[in-house]
């Protein structure tokens, strides 16, 4: 009898290690793949061109649940990135468990992919820039251009707003440990904000930088 029930306790002993295994190796699945989903919306920013014809991938980015659903592979800067389909709960959850941004971050993300790939798209079959049509597609695309950096000014501004926020409220913490978790949350939220903005506006630096880095592309 003493043997049987051993028996029992190193089946049940088994089973508990092959679910936790199991559980490990989801976890470690739904991470890669929520980080996958940050590579690949990145690359689409940086290389739309490479990105411009998958007519499947196109499809997926105009929802957040489309993204989700997503299974996708590709080779970015030398390396294979595989994304797994997951639930939109689970991608929401992972994205705010991983990210300084969360999921509104990676959202924010989507978003942009699906506005510069129509403008590439746009920009390659636009008419030759002499003709009226093509002159009249010009002031279209500097009013949007336009429209652009005031959106960037004022994302800018709530950047500077919050940071002068946490600025404060680190100034009257109690102790190191408040100290250190409202600069974390303080710098969440620049990068958070600044996100918002389009390309090469979208990350905010780690060290101080010159306005001069990017005027060659203002």
Known sequence: MVKGRNSRSSLRSTSARDKAMSTDRRILKNQASTESTRLILRSIVN???????????????????????????????????????????????????????????????????????????HRSIRPNSQSRAGLRSRIIKLEETLEKHRSVNFILLQAISSAMSTITSMKDAPDDSILEKRAKDGLARIRAVASLNPHPFDMAPSTIVSMKDYIGGM
């Open 47 to 121: 290389n739309p061109q490479q990105y411009s014809d998958d007519e499947v991938l196109k499809q997926a980015l105009k929802s957040q649940g489309g993204v989700a659903k997503l299974e996708y592979a590709a080779l970015i800067d030398g390396k294979s990135v595989h994304k797994n389909s997951m639930s939109l709960n689970t991608l929401k959850t992972y994205a705010n468990d991983l990210f300084d941004e969360g999921f509104e971050g990676l959202n924010q993300l989507r978003l942009k992919t699906v506005d510069i790939l129509d403008e590439y798209i």
